[in-house]
């Protein structure tokens, strides 16, 4: 690291990455451990936690000191250790790298550190290591037994039939028990079932796993205040899937494509592969560990919107989200790989933004700090978008909009003749459109065109 760059960490002060120690102590082993179980990190010492540098020993036999203090963490890390002379003092930078897609958990005489906000805590309770784990993506619900699942009473056949039908499997009289144990679904010899299978075959997994369901909310508006209708939807994960895409496709709007006199097309307002992607992800990475909430689907007039507890996986990084795949079920992907019904390229968020724009509709907006959220924008019916707005807006300006609707590349002088308006007016109120955000050009005034937001009041 260069002087420079040691100054600036220490302006920005103490935080999940960055940890100031006045002097090599035992504690160094600590927080470096914490880093490697965070997010990475640089610890400075010479440094005091003000932020004042008074520098620091570093001779052959302190280096050596810090050296066998770092050894005590396990796994053993690769780290950046230097000197850098900063206003003329010594400033001891050690650097953790971030941790790999496939993470490792760190201790120090066995006991495990963690990054929370700018200080470094040890865990001390089941629950917190528990949690941990999950949150390093170490341990996996979908890959834990299921204590208190008994075959075959709660097993359902025909889910079971149906998955080996999208599977292409050759059931051909194999136990049920030979065929999911080779799949990995139940383990051999106790023939216990991992919760993989019992999301997929219970015959009632909602007495097993209450929060693993479906809430669908059809609002009026815009907002949450009035709510049209509240439909649960049960089951399997695959019955939830399939029971979801069928109750949206009642609820949103259909238009019907006739080409080259043929048998007219069926046209969701959303795309319909939008939609299966985003339910699929919702039912395959959501964080089963978290039994407060469920995944939810909200439909408002003008957009549809799919949570489910858990942000990113912690082997994807917000730079690589839509570029990799990961799952935070893995078991339970790899399944719904096998029913055809995901791809593992992590191509999916590439497809779901490419079928939006090829309907005309703005991308997906993707949103994943604690839950993942997808906010699908449905199309505006200008006349009841416009009708919102009559009280606030002239009658130039709504004109103004009509026009731009009906004719994007529409120029001044255009508005200005019909309309009956000076230049000056129709600029006016041009610039008052665009204050308030409702329009914005794209392009050159030559050879550009308006695009109209419909913003929601």
């Known amino acids: 690291m260069t002087e420079q760059q040691i100054i600036e960490l220490i302006q920005k002060k103490e935080g999940k990455t960055v940890e100031f120690k006045q002097s090599a102590n035992k ?50 890390i690769e780290l950046d250790i230097e000197p850098v002379q900063v206003e003329g003092k010594t400033v001891v930078a050690i650097q953790c790298p971030k941790p790999p897609g496939e ?42 037994i299921t204590s208190h699942f008994d075959y075959p009473d709660q097993f359902n056949r ?16 194999n136990d049920p028990l030979v065929i999911l144990s080779n799949l990995n679904v139940v383990v051999n010899p106790e023939n216990a079932f991992r919760n993989a299978g019992v999301l997929l075959f219970a015959s009632d997994l909602q007495a097993i796993f209450d929060h693993a369901k479906i809430r669908v909310v059809q609002f009026r508006g815009t907002n949450k205040v009035n709510i049209h209708n509240d439909q649960p939807i049960s089951g399997t994960v695959y019955e939830q899937y399939r029971g979801c895409i069928t109750y949206l496709k009642t609820v949103l709007n259909t238009s019907y494509i006739i080409e080259d006199a043929g048998p007219r097309k069926e046209r969701l307002e959303i795309p319909e592969t939008v939609l299966r992607e985003s339910i699929l992800n919702a039912l395959a990475h959501r964080d089963y560990y978290e039994k407060g909430a469920c995944i939810m689907v909200e439909i408002y007039e003008d957009r549809v919107e799919i949570t489910n507890p858990g942000g990113l996986v912690p082997s994807i990084s917000p730079d690589e989200f839509g570029k990799r795949s990961a799952s935070r079920n893995p078991l339970l992907f790899g ?16 497809r779901m933004r490419q079928a939006m724009t090829d309907q005309g509709l703005p991308e997906p907006q993707f949103s994943y700090d604690g839950m993942f959220i ?21 009658d130039t300006q709504i004109s103004i909009l009509r026009n731009m609707k009906d004719d994007p590349t529409i120029t001044i002088t255009q508005l200005s003749k019909l309309l009956g308006s000076a230049n000056s007016t129709i600029n ?9 955000g409702l329009i914005q050009r794209v392009g050159s005034l030559k050879a550009g065109h308006w695009q109209i937001n419909y913003i929601t009041l």
């Open 158 to 173: 025909d889910n079971y039939d149906e998955f080996l039908e999208l599977s292409g499997i050759n059931k051909s009289g």
């Open 374 to 394: 997808v906010k699908l924008t449905r199309p505006v019916e200008f006349e009841k978008w416009i009708k919102r707005w009559a009280s606030i807006l002239s």
């Open 103 to 144: 993470r490792k958990m760190h201790m120090v005489s066995g006991q495990i550190f963690v990054r929370k906000g700018a200080s470094s805590q040890k865990l001390t309770s089941p629950d917190e290591v528990t949690r941990y784990l999950q949150y390093a993506n170490l341990i996996h619900f979908d890959e834990a």
């Open 428 to 436: 006016y109120n041009l610039k008052t459109l665009n204050e308030k």
């Open 27 to 76: 504690d160094i082993a600590h927080e470096i451990c914490a880093f490697a179980n965070s997010e990475g990190g640089t610890l400075l010492i010479g440094v005091t936690d003000n932020g004042v540098i008074n520098g620091c020993d570093y001779s052959n036999a302190k280096a050596s000191q810090i050296q066998d203090t770092l050894n005590k963490i396990t796994p053993p």
């Open 335 to 350: 399944m719904f790989q096998r029913m055809r019904l995901v791809e593992q390229v992590g191509s999916g968020i590439e």
